[in-house]
C-alpha cells in the first residue's frame, strides 16, 4: 500500500461531542435468537491473490434488492468493471430503478451531524460500550453505477466496538483486488493497522471479527486476524464460496475461524446481529443494545444513511395507516426499529441517522 495513500487520509482522532442520546430508555421485542455455530476454515488456504472466483471468474457488482425496487441499488463490491470488458452473467438482478441524484442528504436533514470520515468517537460511550468510527479510505464509483453523469467518492468505514467482553471489529477495509477491479474504483487504502492504531489498540487486541457482508470492501483486513472468530451469516459465506462473490483470498486465509448464523444471534450481552438481506441475501447487522441509546451498525443494509430514512419513514407512514399508496419497506426494518435505535451508522457514508425526536 503506497504511503502516499495513507498521508491522504489523516488520523484526527477527534471525537465529536456526544449528545443527544440523553434519556433514552428501553429497548422492546428482543425475541427470535437463533444459534450460531462455528465453522472452521476447510484449510483451501490463500489463492496468491490472483483471481478469486472458481467457475466463470468474473464478478458484478450487486444489482440492488430485487424485492425493494424504490430503493436505489447498492452497488459495492463485488467489483467488476462493466465498462472496461464485454457484459459478463450478472450475479443478481438489474435495478428496477435508477439511483436518486444528488447523494448523500445533509446532516441537518437526517437530523444527524455534519462529519468528515475521521476516526470518531460516535455513538455514544453508553454503559460498557463505545463505538469508534476507524476511515479505511475510499473509492470512486464510475458514474456508470451512480445514475447520474458524474462518478462519486465513497467512504470505507469500520467500527471499533470496545465492550466489556472485548474489542469487536466491525468490518475490516478494502482488500487486495484484481487489476481490473482495481482500475474501475480506484481505491484508496488506509491500512487497517494504522486505523486501529490511529485508535489506540493493535491488531492483537482485537477479539472478534463481525463483517456486514463479504464484499471485497468490507472483509480486507481479515486475513490480517486470522485466527479470530468472524460472524458472518450462512447466506453470505456459502455466497463467497460459491464463486463471483469476492475474492477467495479473503475468506480462507490461513488461520480463518467463522461463526456462522443463520439468522439472529447475540454475539455477546447486549450485541446482536440482526439480518438485513438486500445488497447480498446474507448481510447483516450489528446492535449494540445499551440502557442509555441503541446504535446500529448497518453497514450496507442501506448506502447511504437518506435511504434508511426515507424507508423507516415509509414504515412510519404505514404504520398510521396513511392510505396508498405509498412506499414499501423492507421487512427486516421491523426488527431493527424494535430496537429503538437513537443512531444508526453506516459503511459507505459518514453521515449518521438519528430519530426525528429524542424521547424526554
Ligand atoms: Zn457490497
Ligand atoms: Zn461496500
Known amino acids: 500500500m503506497a504511503g502516499a495513500d495513507r498521508a491522504a487520509l489523516p488520523d484526527g482522532a477527534a471525537p465529536w461531542g456526544v449528545t443527544g442520546v440523553t434519556g433514552v430508555t428501553g429497548v422492546t421485542g428482543v425475541t427470535g435468537v437463533t444459534g450460531v455455530t462455528g465453522a472452521r476454515s476447510g484449510g483451501r488456504g490463500t489463492s496468491g491473490g490472483g483471481m478469486r472466483e472458481r467457475g466463470h471468474g468474473v464478478t458484478s457488482p450487486p444489482r440492488g434488492d430485487p424485492s425493494m425496487p424504490q430503493v436505489p441499488a447498492s452497488h459495492c463490491a463485488p467489483l467488476r468493471p462493466t ?12 435495478p428496477s430503478a435508477a439511483r ?17 470520515c475521521q476516526d ?8 460498557n460500550v463505545t463505538v469508534r468510527r476507524l476511515d479505511l479510505g475510499y473509492f470512486v464509483r464510475p458514474a456508470s453505477e451512480t445514475g447520474t453523469s458524474q462518478p462519486r467518492v465513497e467512504p470505507v468505514l469500520a467500527y471499533l466496538v470496545r465492550h466489556g467482553k472485548g474489542l469487536i471489529l466491525f468490518d475490516t477495509g478494502v482488500g487486495d483486488a484484481d487489476a481490473e477491479t482495481e482500475a474501475h474504483y480506484r481505491p ?12 489506540g489498540v493493535g491488531l492483537d487486541d482485537i477479539s472478534v471479527v463481525v463483517n456486514c457482508h463479504l464484499h471485497f470492501d468490507h472483509c480486507g483486513g481479515n486475513p490480517f486476524l486470522g485466527g479470530r472468530p468472524v460472524f458472518v451469516q450462512e447466506a453470505e459465506l456459502e455466497a463467497a464460496r460459491g464463486g463471483g462473490h469476492t475474492f477467495d483470498h479473503l475468506i480462507d486465509f490461513p488461520g480463518a475461524t467463522y461463526e456462522v448464523a443463520a439468522g439472529e444471534a447475540e454475539v455477546w450481552p447486549g450485541v446482536w446481529i440482526i439480518p438485513t438481506p438486500g445488497h447480498t441475501q446474507g448481510h447483516q447487522s450489528l446492535v449494540l443494545r445499551q440502557d442509555d441509546g441503541t446504535v446500529v451498525l448497518a453497514g450496507q443494509a442501506h448506502d447511504v444513511a437518506s435511504h434508511f430514512d426515507s424507508e423507516q419513514l415509509a414504515r412510519r407512514a404505514a404504520l398510521d395507516g396513511v392510505e396508498e399508496p405509498v412506499p414499501p419497506y423492507r421487512p427486516w426494518l421491523d426488527r431493527l426499529m424494535d430496537f429503538d435505535p437513537r443512531r444508526v451508522l453506516f459503511a459507505h457514508d459518514c453521515s449518521i441517522w438519528e430519530p426525528p425526536q429524542t424521547r424526554s
Do not use: H, I, Q, Y
Open 100 to 116: 436518486e441524484p444528488g447523494g448523500l442528504l445533509s446532516a441537518d436533514r437526517l437530523g444527524g451531524r455534519a462529519a468528515g
Open 120 to 127: 470518531d468517537a460516535v455513538g455514544n460511550t453508553m454503559g
Open 83 to 94: 465498462a472496461l470488458r464485454p457484459p459478463a452473467p450478472r450475479l443478481s438482478p438489474p
Open 188 to 199: 484508496r487504502r488506509r491500512a487497517l493497522e494504522d486505523a486501529l492504531s490511529a485508535a
